[in-house]
Every structure is written in structure tokens, then in C-alpha cells.
């Protein structure tokens, strides 16, 4: 007997579902394969885009980093220039101070100096009272016109000098050192010791004080301060002779004298000491 016939629908249907099941394991394998390519697209892409980030960062932080260079840079070379400009300000400083100071020096030694001077020229001061006083004993001589005539011409020679030389180094000295002129007559050495101690007294109480000189052309009874400026140097002499009575010298006057070549020139006064000091009271 013959088998049966097969009929062409199952075989069709067979065929068919052999067909779908390739396509479906190509589609299987189709999306295997698509998978991992887009997922490593998008892996790749999302790192680009990240290391493309990282060095925009980079390059920014690197310029960041130059810029911070740059300005430490250029601060330290303003440091070194305000360093520099520092050191030459001090140098100069230090040069001016040097200058200052031996200026400083030259001026006090000139000070000095005229000081000295001022104290030696004073000293010739007490000549012209030596020299009135020898003009007067030569007026008690016979035929002293001559002679009256030459001492009163070099009293008034020497008053004149004087002056004008006092005026330019009092000019010359600073204010604390314009003081008045103090000149000391004793009639003999007894005297010597008092007027010892009024000189310091007088020292102290701001007034220039010469050498003690001894005269013994005029005697007189109490200590006199004589003073040839009436409206200038009338309340100094009395601080004279009020330091004077301090002293132990009771007594003591000032006196106006009209003295024209004593007047001229810087201040002065003269203390004729009558008799020593006593004790200063306590």
C-alpha cells in the first residue's frame, strides 16, 4: 500500500514557523550585537564630554595657577623695589642724621667759642672803670690835660669796640644765651670770698658773671649794683641787690650811673662789694 499524502498546509506551516524562528534569533543577535555598541557609544560619548571637562578644568586651573604666578611675581619685584627704595630712604636718613649732627657739633663748638670769646672780651670790660679811675687821678696831677685827654679818648676807643663786638657775637648766640653782664670790683682780698659767693648766686639766676677784679680807686660804705640803662635794667638791679641781702649784704643799693660807654653795647651791671657777706639766713 502507498502512505498517505502529506498535505501542503502543515509543510507551509512548518516552513513558516522555521522562519520565524530564524528572524527571531537573527533579531536576538542583531540586539546582542546593538546593545553593547550603544551602550559603548553612549560610554563613549559621556566620557568624552567628561575628559573634555576635566581639561577645560585643566586649562583653567592652569591659567588660574599662571595668573596667581604672575601676580606673586610681580609683587615680589614691587617687595624688592619698596625694599630697595626703603634702604636708600634709611641711607639717606642715616647720611642727613650724620650731617645733622655734625652741623649739630660745628654749631655748638662755634657756640662755644663765641662764648669763650664773649667772656675773654667782658673781661677788658673792667678797663674802662680802671680807666676812668686813672683818669681821675691824673686830673690831680699838674698839667694833666694831655693825659685826661688820651685816656678819655681810649676809654671811649675801647667802650666803642667792646660794644660793637658784643652786639654781633649776642647776635650771633641763641636767646638763652644773651644774658646780662656782671662785673665785680672788691676794694681788697678780704673781699674775695663774698664776692665768690654772690658770683655763684648771680650764675644761677641767669646772669653772665666775669672775673673778680680788685680796685682800689673808690671806696665806698655799703655795696653798691650800679646799673646805665634807667628804664631797661632798673628791675634787674634790684634782683642783684635783692640777692644781695639774701647773701648777709645788708645795705645794698642799686644806683643809676650816667655812663655812656657802659651803656652801649650789651647789658651790664657792676657790684662794688663794701664788705664780706655774712651768713645767708637758714
Not at 23 to 46: D, Q
Not at 56 to 76: D, F
Not at 227 to 235: G, H, L, N, V
Not at 244 to 262: C, F, M, N
Request: hydrophobic share 40%; glycine share 6%.
Amino acid at each position: 500500500m502507498s502512505p498517505p499524502p502529506v498535505s501542503n498546509t502543515d509543510l507551509e506551516q512548518a516552513l513558516f514557523k522555521a522562519t520565524l524562528k530564524e528572524k527571531r534569533l537573527h533579531r536576538n543577535a542583531t540586539l546582542a550585537l546593538l546593545v553593547p555598541v550603544i551602550a559603548g557609544g553612549v560610554w563613549l560619548a559621556y566620557s568624552i564630554r567628561e575628559v573634555t571637562s576635566w581639561v577645560t578644568r585643566s586649562q583653567q586651573i592652569q591659567q588660574r595657577e599662571a595668573s596667581v604666578l604672575e601676580r606673586e611675581g610681580a609683587a615680589q619685584r614691587q617687595v624688592a623695589e619698596t625694599n630697595a627704595q626703603r634702604a636708600e630712604a634709611e641711607a639717606r636718613a642715616h647720611t642727613a642724621q650724620e650731617a645733622e649732627a655734625a652741623a649739630k657739633k660745628r654749631a655748638d663748638d662755634i657756640e662755644q667759642g663765641l662764648v669763650k670769646v664773649r667772656d675773654e672780651i667782658g673781661g677788658l670790660g673792667t678797663f674802662l672803670t680802671e680807666l676812668g679811675s686813672a683818669r681821675a687821678k691824673a686830673s690831680k696831677l699838674m698839667a694833666s690835660e694831655a693825659v685826661e685827654g688820651q685816656l678819655g679818648e681810649m676809654r671811649t676807643t675801647l667802650s666803642r669796640t667792646l660794644a660793637r663786638i658784643d652786639k654781633q657775637i649776642d647776635a650771633a648766640l641763641p636767646q638763652e644765651e644773651q644774658k646780662a653782664r656782671v662785673y665785680l670790683f672788691i676794694a681788697d682780698e678780704q673781699l674775695r670770698e663774698a664776692a665768690g659767693a654772690l658770683k655763684t648766686q648771680l650764675e644761677s639766676s641767669g646772669f653772665d658773671v666775669g672775673s673778680i677784679s680788685k680796685s682800689t680807686g673808690r671806696r665806698i660804705e655799703a655795696t653798691e649794683v650800679r646799673y646805665f640803662q634807667e628804664t631797661r635794667d632798673k628791675a634787674d638791679a634790684a634782683r642783684i641787690v635783692a640777692i644781695l641781702e639774701k647773701l648777709g649784704q645788708t645795705g645794698s643799693r642799686s644806683v643809676y650811673a650816667s655812663d655812656p660807654d657802659q651803656a652801649s653795647g650789651r647789658r651790664k651791671f657792676q657790684v662794688w662789694v663794701s664788705k664780706p657777706a655774712s651768713s645767708p639766713p637758714r
